[in-house]
């Protein structure tokens, strides 16, 4: 199973997603049979590491991030991931821009698809403050254990 988890810019929601997954499969039965990457629909801030405040607080909840770098979504994403699991809405539109016209990847939004919330985005919090990137944590790691709890009964 190869999950891709797509914000806007790579920075924030994704990188907190791809840390909270990797850090729920980690202690599970699916340690190691779980490939989980990100991904942002921009390519502004490729190459940069997480935003320091998304760092700080997965830091916060033992989870180190700061070894990610943002990339731009592309089409070889689509044969290489089963899932591409997206933070918000417009990030779905975006995706399904880039998508080839061969049948690849399934897109989903990342809450939905975890089956925590039947319209759930998680917001973006790169204009907002600490309590914004909390917000986030506790979304994408809910997230995270109920993707754990329903690929361990699979
Ligand atoms: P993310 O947050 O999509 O959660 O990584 C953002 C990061 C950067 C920008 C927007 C959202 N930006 O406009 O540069």
Redesign the pocket.
Known sequence: MNLLVV??????????AEGALRARLATSPLAGRVRVDSA?T?G??AGEP??RR?IACARGHGVDISGQR?RQLSARDFEAFDWILC?DRG?VRDVMRVAPTVPGARVALLLEWAGIDAAGE?P????GGPEDFEQ?WRLVDSAAQAVVARLAVN
């Open positions: 914000c806007l810019g790579n920075i924030c929601r994704s990188p907190m942002g921009g502004w801030h997480p935003d998304a943002a933070a990030n998680v973006d919090p790169y204009t986030v």
